[in-house]
């Protein structure tokens, strides 16, 4: 398994953890550079999305992935976490389906988390 993967799994944990939902794994390393993975979760408030968001800061953090960037954590409508090959965006209801990061990032590959 390769770095990115491993990200990856950890950041699905995370999530799983934190009860995240509709989480989604999509591919992207041979249709773009900006990262391997996009992760794609869901939160039902701000207090739940802002708990995914930090289970996943921590939990890399101590693997030794530091957090690049983030955008959004106040707002907690839209999260967006760099960790430079897994990009993490973690929504409220209304903005994911607004947004449509699915639809718009469909070359991708889609994969299983549990297969991580």
């Not at 992207?28 to 996009?38: N, P, V």
């Not at 965006?89 to 469909?106: A, C, S, V």
Request: charged residues 30%; aromatic residues 8%; glycine residues 6%.
């Amino acid at each position: 398994m390769n770095q990115s993967a491993k990200m990856a799994k950890l950041v699905i944990e995370a999530l799983e953890e934190k009860k995240a939902e509709a989480i989604k794994v999509i591919d992207i390393s041979e249709i773009s550079i900006l990262a391997d993975y996009f992760i794609i979760a869901g939160g039902t408030n701000r207090s739940q999305i802002q708990a995914l968001c930090d289970n996943v800061e921590e939990r890399l953090g101590k693997a030794g992935y530091p957090l690049k960037q983030s955008e959004g954590y106040d707002t907690a409508n839209w999260i967006l976490m760099d960790f430079r090959d897994v990009i993490v965006h973690i929504f409220d209801r209304e903005n994911r389906l607004l947004y449509d990061l699915e639809r718009i990032w469909g070359d991708g590959k889609t994969i299983d988390p549990s297969t991580l």
